[in-house]
T-cell receptor
Framework: GESVGLHLPTLSVQEGDNSIINCAYSNSASDYFIWYKQESGKGPQFIIDIRSNMDKRQGQRVTVLLNKTVKHLSLQIAATQPGDSAVYFCAETYTGANSKLTFGKGITLSVRP | KAGVTQTPRYLIKTRGQQVTLSCSPISGHRSVSWYQQTPGQGLQFLFEYFSETQRNKGNFPGRFSGRQFSNSRSEMNVSTLELGDSALYLC???????????FGPGTRLTVL
């Protein structure tokens, strides 16, 4: 598979527990944020997004929290499963004609059975 | 609806050569962006094309170029390859009405 997770911090959780993955973003002008999941040998897969006019958004088993004051983003995964093991990236952009995504370094989530 | 496709999936080239990578976006998506992913630098934006025009460009040397065709398919070219160009090159497409980019599986380029 692809070695995209070298030198990345790792979060190890027990199967069934909740996971919290944190991300600090850099640009205070960013107004759209996305979490991606990348498995070995694959491209980043969209998980959930949030706009800057919100501070929380929920999906299926996932919740994203946004704190604009401290430029912090978090992804919560409920009842973590082995299939959640992957590298997780947060990405930021400011919307409109500019589609450039700026990615965080990524965090490896390892789920223990 | 089919996802973003990229060809080839793997490439091995030698220093000094050039390479062309191809990306077919999701049907109906007119914006195509390219990213380079390496263990050291992570995911970095190369450029974005929309309606056959480059709309945004990242901080990469002129050896990296791209184009988009009328059917929204895109190619990127890297000339005079260097060892440091070894990376996973990712293409992402986006519909005009949304801000969400969807990625293809990538092309793994190895420069020897």
């Amino acid at each position: 598979g692809e070695s995209v997770g070298l030198h990345l911090p790792t979060l190890s959780v027990q199967e069934g527990d909740n996971s919290i993955i944190n991300c600090a973003y850099s640009n205070s002008a960013s107004d759209y944020f996305i979490w991606y999941k990348q498995e070995s040998g694959k491209g980043p897969q969209f998980i959930i997004d949030i706009r800057s006019n919100m501070d929380k958004r929920q999906g299926q088993r996932v919740t994203v929290l946004l704190n604009k004051t401290v430029k912090h983003l978090s992804l919560q995964i409920a009842a973590t499963q082995p299939g959640d093991s992957a590298v997780y990236f947060c990405a930021e952009t400011y919307t409109g004609a500019n589609s450039k995504l700026t990615f965080g370094k990524g965090i490896t989530l390892s789920v223990r059975p | 609806k089919a996802g973003v496709t990229q060809t080839p999936r793997y490439l091995i080239k030698t220093r000094g050569q050039q390479v062309t990578l191809s990306c077919s976006p999701i049907s109906g998506h007119r914006s195509v962006s390219w990213y380079q992913q390496t263990p050291g630098q992570g995911l970095q934006f190369l450029f974005e094309y929309f309606s056959e025009t480059q709309r945004n460009k990242g901080n990469f040397p002129g050896r990296f170029s791209g184009r988009q065709f009328s059917n929204s398919r895109s190619e990127m070219n890297v000339s005079t390859l260097e060892l440091g160009d070894s990376a996973l090159y990712l293409c992402a497409s986006k519909a005009s009405s949304t801000d969400t980019q969807y990625f293809g599986p990538g092309t793994r380029l190895t420069v020897l």
